[in-house]
């Protein structure tokens, strides 16, 4: 959620950063500050007739006491009353239409972004030279299915299309990964989290998934009551809400937090022809990582977590790229983020396989998400931060794609070895 007082001191500028974000929210701006002007002047109308009537309500026993009448006063005291209810009940209409309003917009993007879509996205870092072969390379769709690690049929069969079943030496690379992930991440210093895959509506709401996003998730019927769940789309939607309505202190932060997770979207993309196996698909598994820290400290937390990214992609032995994203290719509750990209041969570009980004106070807002300064006990909004650390479904096409050789073997990376038992080559049985 945006500050309001941003938006009521710097309203022109709010609208033109949103636009970089190829949002026009001009109206919705004028509306929400309509509406915040309205909600003060009842505030302020209403305490000064609460004033008014604890007032009188303090001279009616003592004119009693004395024998007068107080007839008038109590009657006026029921007028107060009256129009005490009355603007308490438009306050809540009018709140709840300006935090509607307030929680439809996006957040701002960082100043130094490029405006526009991906075609104004800036590779900023190039990690080693990309993969060339001395024979015809073949798909990652083929080398899984020749190897026998990847059943795309029967992940059919069993779910529909974007489903597919890791087996054999294919779901141990599989785990090998995420082990690779989990334990880079615990020698830095986060803690691991699994949280529940069934999350209730109030986490997508401080993710800044809802209630805008809310069509893009699988939705939970609850039998019992009219609570609305839904499978997460990444463990981010958890983890940002472990301290919603929390007040942390200063020296607790910042909290580092992992989470391994299956991951749920419903909208998987288009299955273009170059998209072939796992590259798009409504489950996937994820490592995620989440920061809590303070304002001042939230571009270094940005700065590590893309190193830590980096650190993963590059231990894998994968060209890859590092790129700054343009406002409008930003998501709608992030102010900055970069992608990690790599190469997949046989789509002849770059794939994303982490996107690190920072929410700056946006999702603290959203989720009342404080800390109280050690200085002088002020309470403050938190910085969230998430990236991924890493997404799976593209690392595995990459790793077979990149590591195939002549006869159809593949390498394994030298840092899952460990995890597979010594096993260097993954060959066709």
């Excluded at 915040?36 to 109308?45: K, L, N, P």
């Excluded at 995420?178 to 986060?190: K, P, R, S, V």
């Excluded at 409504?282 to 939230?298: I, L």
Aim: overall charge negative; some cysteine; hydrophobic content about 35%.
């Amino acid at each position: 959620m945006i500050d309001i007082r941003y938006l009521r001191e710097h309203t022109s500028d709010a609208k033109r950063r949103l636009l970089a974000k190829g949002a026009d929210f001009s109206a919705e701006i004028d509306t929400i500050l309509e509406l915040d002007s309205r909600r003060r002047a009842i505030i302020s109308d209403t305490d000064a007739k609460k004033a008014e009537q604890n007032a009188v309500s303090k001279q009616i026993p003592q004119i009693k006491k004395n024998g007068g009448d107080a007839s008038e006063l109590l009657a006026k005291m029921k007028v107060l009353s009256d129009e005490i209810k009355d603007a308490d009940n438009t306050l809540r209409e009018v709140e709840a239409e300006f935090r509607s309003g307030m929680l439809g917009l996006y957040n701002l993007p960082d100043e130094d972004l490029a405006p526009g879509g991906k075609e104004n996205n800036e590779p900023i870092r190039f990690f080693g030279e990309p993969k060339t072969f001395d024979f015809a390379p073949k798909h990652h769709v083929d080398l899984c299915l020749e190897l026998g690690l990847i059943d795309y049929e029967r992940g059919t069969k069993l779910a529909g299309n974007g489903f597919w079943i890791y087996k054999g030496m294919g779901a141990r690379l599989e785990w090998a990964l995420l082990n690779y992930f989990i334990d880079t991440h615990l020698a830095d210093g986060y803690e691991l989290i699994i949280p529940p895959l069934m999350l209730e509506y109030e986490c997508g709401v401080t993710a800044g998934q809802f209630p805008k996003f809310a069509d893009e998730v699988y939705k939970i019927a609850n039998p019992t009551d009219e609570r609305m769940h839904y499978m997460l789309p990444t463990a981010e939607a958890a983890l940002v809400s472990l301290h919603r309505d929390e007040i942390l202190s200063e020296k607790e932060l910042p909290r580092k937090y992992i989470s391994y997770t299956p991951c749920f979207r419903r909208e998987a993309g288009s299955y273009r022809s170059d998209e072939r196996g796992m590259v798009r698909g409504h489950q996937f598994n994820k490592v995620e990582m989440v920061q809590y820290t303070t304002p001042e400290n939230s571009g270094a937390a940005f700065e590590e977590l893309v190193a830590k990214a980096e650190k993963l992609v590059s231990g894998l032995g994968f060209h890859f790229r590092t790129v700054k994203l343009a406002a409008g290719d930003c998501s709608a509750s992030m102010a900055r983020t970069y992608d990690i990209e790599i190469q997949i041969p046989s789509m002849d570009g770059y794939k994303e396989v982490s996107s690190v980004s920072n929410a700056r106070d946006f999702q603290a807002r959203r989720g009342m998400i404080r800390y109280r300064r050690d200085s002088d006990g002020k309470v403050d909004y938190c910085h969230t931060l998430n990236g991924s650390g890493l997404a799976t479904s593209r690392i595995l096409p990459a790793l077979v794609e990149q590591g195939q050789r002549a006869d159809g073997s593949v390498v394994v990376p030298e840092v899952l070895r460990k995890y597979l038992g010594g096993i260097e080559i993954i060959e066709k049985q």
